[in-house]
């Protein structure tokens, strides 16, 4: 939204202000290549464990264990733990609250084959 709302691809241009990401969580599977790819420069979450998807039952897909460091790595600068309390308490609000959790296999994260 923010790439569409300034008519560029690019939010890390060199005359651009250094943009940040806040959300709730550590970025699934697929944001996490977003965030890699969007030019921000630094990504702001409540958490990075495993809480989110024990609270809500969504699958946020397979996460490379160094996530934050390759994020590190190309100049995001990651800043985590901010207000998790109570991003968590929205988590088993929204679990609470029967919504239709997002997952593609209905709920089944998959087991390993091979
Ligand atoms: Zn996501």
Request: with cysteine; charged share 20%.
């Amino acid at each position: 939204m923010a790439q569409k709302l300034l008519g560029t691809w690019d939010l890390g241009a060199r005359d651009r202000p250094a943009y940040q990401l806040v959300v709730n969580w550590r970025p699934c599977a697929m944001c996490y290549g977003a965030v890699l790819w969007s030019g921000v420069r630094s990504l702001v979450i409540a958490g990075h464990g495993p809480e989110l998807e024990a609270l809500t039952g969504f699958d946020e897909g397979p996460i490379h264990p160094q996530w934050d460091h390759e994020l590190r790595r190309r100049g995001i600068e990651v800043v985590s733990n901010v207000q998790t309390a109570q991003a968590l308490e929205v988590f088993r609000e929204f679990a609470d609250s029967g919504a239709v959790v997002y997952n593609g296999r209905g709920g089944n994260p998959g087991t390993p084959t091979g």
